[in-house]
């Protein structure tokens, strides 16, 4: 069992070093499969966000050194629920929870794909001006 969570574990390692090859690759390939282009993003966002968590975490570590990354991201999606949870209940009278979920999750794509990027080229910075 041992052997077995370690090649998950680095099978996430690797695919979370590069969040948006998986991104296109899982696209091309729901695409191909399904042709149904709105259907391939969905997923290729919602696997890819799983990715970033991880790969914003790493940077997080890297340019900080502080292991709080994944804490503070799984905080922000907390507070982003509470929020999305309670605005939902006054319009509506109710919490639909897949709906909250899945509009955190998408927002939460776009908002660590942004992070990534700033925390790669801060990253990028560092590293070079260190040589």
Same mark, same amino acid.
């Given at each position: ?7 998950l574990i680095h099978i996430y390692a690797f695919s979370a070093a590069v969040p948006f090859l998986w991104f296109f690759v899982l696209w091309i390939g729901v695409y191909l499969w399904s042709r149904d282009g709105k259907r391939a993003t969905k ?20 340019? @900080? &050194? ?7 991201? %799984?905080? +922000?999606?907390? !507070? /982003?629920? $509470? ?23 998408? @927002? &939460? ?7 990534? %990027?700033? +925390?790669?080229? !801060? /990253?990028? $910075? ?6």
């Amino acid at each position: 069992m041992n052997g077995f969570v370690n090649v998950l574990i680095h099978i996430y390692a690797f695919s979370a070093a590069v969040p948006f090859l998986w991104f296109f690759v899982l696209w091309i390939g729901v695409y191909l499969w399904s042709r149904d282009g709105k259907r391939a993003t969905k997923l290729a966002m919602d696997v890819t966000t799983l990715l970033l968590i991880g790969s914003v975490s790493v940077l997080f570590e890297n340019l @900080f &050194g502080s292991r709080f990354g994944f804490f503070l991201i %799984l905080l +922000f999606f907390l !507070i /982003g629920y $509470g929020l999305l949870g309670n605005f939902q209940y006054k319009v509506k009278g109710k919490i639909d929870n897949r709906r909250i979920i899945r509009l955190l999750w998408r @927002f &939460g794509f776009l908002t660590l794909s942004v992070v990534y %990027l700033v +925390f790669l080229f !801060i /990253g990028l $910075g560092k590293s070079i001006l260190s040589v």
